[in-house]
């Protein structure tokens, strides 16, 4: 069993990779839920939606969220009635259908885990795909506007201010009476490997780590886990990555993501670009490896996964 731990678009793209190289029923997700947020009164799981819509091959190719073939005539109608105000976070009309779904099945008393694996049925992904909990994480975004730090949502952050605002803080409300969703432990006790996927340190991967037994259980297979830097000579292919990172006082390179993932990954793949910075990461105490790590399609998220699963602290092929 090869677990990964997942956010938004690099995590789905390193998991179309995995299912290349090794039998989808043979792969688990555990998810970030922290950038969930109810929209219109709908439940809307962002991370959990993005990696199965991938798995499927739907995702929208434009957006990188969303379904592909997409229209948009709900949100033009809320666009007409509220000139934008309530349509800021825009919902396609066939994505619409999976968040009427979810808010349905929750209202029935459905875990998010169990409506996760319906609708991971429905668009036939073999992946087992599990939220890091079934309970209510949200992302809360400190921003660093002058004095009065504002407290907003991660979708507020992320979509309402184009994450075009820099912070000061991050933190998960409810972390700490959030348990890890079925399943999620045994899975990650008896993996193989444990991926932690290039996405976002801070808002994608820390929520994940910080339910409350995640991170022992990461810890204890150390010598398994392998993680995949999003930061790439000192940038993130998509997203505020690097910027959180420096604004959070980390440093925005793959020597800030090694002393990031150190206490609970043996391993940390860098790309290429970073190869003359492999001895610093090995200073953190990981094993670096050296590699493509830019999934700019299909062969090279397989090249990457192959590499990944090749790779381990004692550096041989498992
Ligand atoms: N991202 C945007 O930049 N603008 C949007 O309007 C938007 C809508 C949206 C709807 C459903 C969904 O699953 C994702 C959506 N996203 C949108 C992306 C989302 O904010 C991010 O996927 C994550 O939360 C960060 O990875």
């Known amino acids: 069993m ?11 793209r390193m998991l ?16 970030n ?22 798995l499927a091959g739907m995702i929208n190719p434009t957006t990188g969220w969303g379904l592909r073939d997409e229209t948009w005539a709900a949100m033009e109608e809320l666009r007409r ?3 934008g105000r309530l349509a800021w ?11 009427l779904y979810r808010t349905s099945r929750q209202r029935e008393g459905a875990a ?20 890091m909990s079934d309970d209510r994480v ?3 975004v400190v921003l660093d506007e002058g004095t009065d730090g504002r407290e907003v949502g991660f979708q507020e952050y992320f979509v309402g201010a184009r994450h075009d605002v820099p912070i000061r803080g991050v933190h998960f409300a409810g972390i700490e009476t959030a348990r890890p969703a079925p399943g999620v432990l045994e899975a990650i006790a008896g993996a193989s490997k444990v991926v932690i996927c290039p996405s976002n340190p801070v808002v994608s991967i820390g929520p994940v780590l910080a339910v409350p037994g995640i991170a022992d259980a990461v810890t204890a297979r150390r010598a398994e886990v392998v993680a995949v830097s999003p930061i790439i000579a000192g940038r993130a ?3 505020p990555a690097d910027r959180m990172l420096a604004e959070l006082g980390h440093d925005s390179s793959v020597v800030g993501v090694a002393r990031m993932w150190a206490p609970y990954a043996a391993t940390l793949v860098i790309d290429t670009a970073d190869a003359g910075m492999a001895a610093q990461v090995e200073a953190e105490g990981m094993r670096a490896v050296v590699g493509p790590t830019v999934m700019s399609g299909p062969d090279q998220a397989a090249a990457l996964a192959r590499l990944v699963l090749g790779a381990n602290a004692a550096g041989g092929p498992v």
């Open 33 to 54: 839920t922290g950038d969930d947020t109810v929209m219109h009164g709908l439940y809307v799981s962002p991370d959990l939606d993005t990696v199965t819509y991938t």
């Open 89 to 99: 976070f825009n919902l396609g009309d066939r994505d619409l259908g999976t968040h």
């Open 138 to 140: 949200e992302t809360r």
């Open 81 to 83: 009635y509220s000139d």
């Open 237 to 239: 292919l998509k997203g």
């Open 112 to 131: 998010l885990s169990t409506v996760a694996t319906e609708i991971a049925a429905r668009w036939e992904v073999g992946v087992r795909i599990l939220p």
């Open 2 to 12: 090869i677990v990964a731990l997942a956010g938004g678009v690099g995590a789905a």
């Open 16 to 31: 179309s990779g995995l299912v290349q190289v090794a039998p989808p029923e043979q792969v688990t997700a555990v998810v």
